[in-house]
């Protein structure tokens, strides 16, 4: 089974479960940056865990299936299409062979996931076949390519039930560098509201807001990050690393994420405001 793709929008990537265990050779461990959403698409799509979907970020994807195709659409309020004809919300739909189908620009939410039941075949890079923000990877797809679908799964596993999206403050963990920062900052890190800036993409969350002061001048050494982790640079003005983010950082990492709220911060889009408060312990 192929699929033509017609159109890609402002960014669509190939994503899966990442690659980690590479970070010392430097590589990141990338995958999808909303984990649940991409778990869910491919738990609908009868799929294994751990295949190849699309993600869009901010719709516009436009395809089209030269045999008959099983698909859902997860992630964001994202409309999919098959031949103009709207699909319902994260319906699992039977495409035919020669229909096109599309991504709608999402009211909420930023990146939405298309799965195929088997799974997009592009080759593994790593063993991953996610491709991260320096390029490693898959090529993105682009208007003419003809991507390949896996066999179909045997035994379609348990489909995990519809969670609400979250409302509320991000959920985080202090540390492991938050002694670095004064109390007063800790304070404004746990209420303050920050804006998300336009730098922000798959590695880090830019946040704009008050800045963090802290308690100690002395030079970082090196040492390593995870998803979720949020980092202070100079100007004192939070980073959240996102799937994407280097293996290591150099600046006091105040808290870190936790990975439903690394989910929910994957689908903020800039000029989303947020909010940070400690997880129930």
Known sequence: MTVTVLRTGPLAVFKDAGRPGHAHQGVAPSGAVDRAAYARA?????????????????????????????????????????????????????????????????????????AVRGGFAVPPVLGSR?????????ARPAPGDVLRIGPVPGNPGDTPALAPPADGPLEVDLGPRDDWFTPDAIETFLGAEYTVTPASNSVGLRLDGPPLTRARTAELPSEGVVRGSVQVPP??????????????????????????????????????????TRAPG
């Open 235 to 276: 100007d004192g003005r939070p980073i959240v690393f996102q799937a994407d983010h280097p293996v290591t950082g150099g600046y006091p990492v105040i808290a870190v994420l936790t990975p439903e709220s690394a989910d929910r911060a994957a689908q903020l889009r800039p000029g989303a405001t947020v909010r940070f």
């Open 130 to 138: 996610s491709t991260d923000q320096l390029g490693m990877g898959p």
């Open 42 to 114: 491919n738990a609908l799509a009868g799929n294994p865990s751990g295949a190849a979907v699309l993600e869009c970020t901010l719709g516009g994807l436009r395809v089209r299936f030269d045999e008959p195709a099983v698909v859902v659409l997860t992630g964001t309020d994202a409309v999919l299409t098959v031949d103009g004809e709207r699909t319902g919300v994260e319906e699992v739909v039977e495409v035919p062979a020669g229909a096109t189908v599309a991504v709608t620009m999402p009211r909420r939410g930023l990146r939405s996931y298309l």
